[in-house]
């Protein structure tokens, strides 16, 4: 009994493309019968980034500021530390600085314990980690540090920082409108003879096995890449779909409406996946309704979706035109939900 071939649309892309790839190769194969010079390959320049370190010193206070970076992409983060030394018999207060910093979003921070440095002199330290939103210029603020000696809090001292600037680069080439495909050089005429039909069957025989190799690879990776989505948990899956959506550059380009379009659409299907939600399939006053009969929801967050979703609609069918600081505070809005909302096994202790 024979089975019927039942190829599916996905399949039939991968074979063709396959095939594609065979008969380039066969023309490799036929066209190393003659001598080839190698082209050769400048060697890829590499960037030494050292990052950015500053010390300032005031009286028996020494203040150091270190940015393991002054140059990242958007998908990259940045390490900032602080650190004071000082007199044993003073006492300093370090800034604080919330959920942000500037144009950048605080991931996390930890503050080190007293360390003793010798000379009756201690050292604390505080590192943050930080993540861009946007490509551009950002800035890191001046920072200052109060400290006394013990018993005179009411007279402080004051250190300060000077303002230091880091670029925030996109993952695309920058002149990308430069960019274009050559044409395919066409293969050079073969004399005939038994040696090109050999090395033929040869390089055929080759061909098949690889594209045969291929295939049992192609299923096992489509196999893995199934198992691993669904062990992706909502939120990780939401982050990797707001980073997709800042390398399109919607914003620098123009689009707004498909920028608020996307937007919308990731913090429901997140939604849907975290809690069950059908969000995408839903109007925003049937899914905010929704909200109102739901166990597994936080109902506190209704009035942050009802703001984010209202004006998310007023973008895309109201031909609403917002500023820079409305669509800053609408991707905010939309991380620091999601953040808030993960699943609690799934946060860092």
């Known amino acids: 009994m024979t089975q019927k071939l039942n190829l599916s649309l996905p399949k039939r892309g991968f074979l063709a493309g396959m095939l594609i790839i065979a008969t380039l190769l066969a023309m490799f194969v036929l066209a190393s019968c003659r001598d080839h010079e190698s082209a050769a ?5 590499t960037i030494d980034d050292s990052g950015i370190h500053k010390t300032y010193e005031r009286g028996p206070a020494t203040l150091a500021i270190d940015l393991d970076h002054a140059k990242i992409t958007i998908a990259d983060r940045l390490t900032l530390t602080l650190s004071m030394t000082i007199d044993e018999d003073y006492q300093f207060e370090l800034p604080g600085f919330g959920e942000k ?26 590192t943050y980690i930080l993540e861009p939103f946007l490509s551009g210029e950002y800035k890191i603020p001046p920072m200052a540090v109060l400290f006394w000696k013990m018993g005179e809090k ?12 880091v670029r925030v680069t996109s993952l ?12 395919i050089v066409p293969p ?4 005939r003879s038994y040696k090109m039909w050999m090395t033929a069957g040869v390089g055929g025989g080759v061909l098949i096995l690889i594209i045969l190799g291929a295939m049992i690879l192609y299923k096992k990776k489509k196999a893995k890449n199934s198992v691993q989505k669904k ?38 299907r997140y939604i849907e996946k975290r809690f069950g939600l059908c969000a995408p399939e839903q109007t925003t006053e ?39 600081e409305d669509i800053q505070l609408m991707f905010d809005s939309c991380k620091a939900f999601i953040f808030q909302t ?8």
């Open 101 to 126: 910093l500037e144009q950048f979003g605080i991931v996390d921070y930890h503050t080190s314990q007293p360390v003793l440095t010798g000379g009756n002199r201690k050292k604390i330290s505080r």
């Open 154 to 165: 009411t007279d402080p001292h004051k250190i300060e920082t000077e303002e230091l600037m």
């Open 231 to 268: 062990q992706i948990p909502a939120h990780e899956l939401a982050y990797m779909e707001l980073s997709k959506l800042m390398e399109q550059e919607l914003i620098e380009k123009g689009e707004i409406k498909l920028f608020y379009h996307q937007i919308s659409d990731i913090l429901r």
């Open 41 to 45: 390959i400048a060697p890829k320049k």
């Open 342 to 349: 993960e699943e609690q096994q799934e946060k860092k202790e």
């Open 286 to 324: 049937e899914f905010l309704s929704s909200l109102k009969g739901s166990k597994g929801f936080i109902t506190h967050y209704n009035s942050l979706l009802k703001s984010f979703l209202s004006g998310c609609d007023l973008v895309k069918f109201a031909e609403h035109q917002p500023s820079s």
């Open 188 to 191: 050079l005429p073969l004399p």
């Open 172 to 183: 695309l080439p920058e002149k990308m409108a430069g960019m274009k495909i050559h044409d």
